[in-house]
Nanobody, 128 residues
Framework: VQLVESGGASVQSGGSLRLSCAGS????????IGWVRQAPGKDREGVAC????????YYADAGKGRFSISIDNVKTTLYLHMNWLKPEDTAVYYC??????????????????????WGQGTKVTVSA
């Protein structure tokens, strides 16, 4: 599994960004794929996940109504559309893939950094 993120940037509060995660060497249909973020000095937290294997979409409360996750089937790329960004959204955003059904459940609660496949991360900074 290979995941490469892009799209992180510095924006002002209220702005928008689209993060991309190019996936290769695995079949998207067999995995739950999503985003996890880590703010400075904090633990990793799940943001959103989508699974074509079981039809699940998950959003953490922090991003509901502002973030949208999607997949481009042709490009095998995962996206995170982020609107109305807040300073508390500042973090490194990681793409993560977990094989099997119910895998989006592993994007809530405690995030085990040793479980699943990860990209290298892309940094998002939101200024007030």
């Amino acid at each position: 599994v290979q995941l490469v993120e892009s799209g992180g940037a510095s924006v002002q509060s209220g702005g928008s960004l689209r993060l991309s995660c190019a996936g290769s060497r695995f079949h998207f249909d067999d995995y739950g794929i999503g985003w996890v973020r880590q703010a400075p000095g904090k633990d990793r937290e799940g943001v959103a996940c989508i699974s074509r294997s079981d039809g699940t979409t998950y959003y953490a409360d922090a991003g509901k109504g502002r973030f949208s996750i999607s997949i481009d089937n042709v490009k095998t790329t995962l996206y995170l559309h982020m609107n109305w960004l807040k300073p508390e959204d500042t973090a490194v955003y990681y793409c993560r893939a977990i094989e099997g059904i119910d895998s989006c459940m592993l994007f809530s609660g405690h995030i085990d950094p040793d479980f699943g496949s990860w990209g290298q991360g892309t940094k998002v900074t939101v200024s007030a």
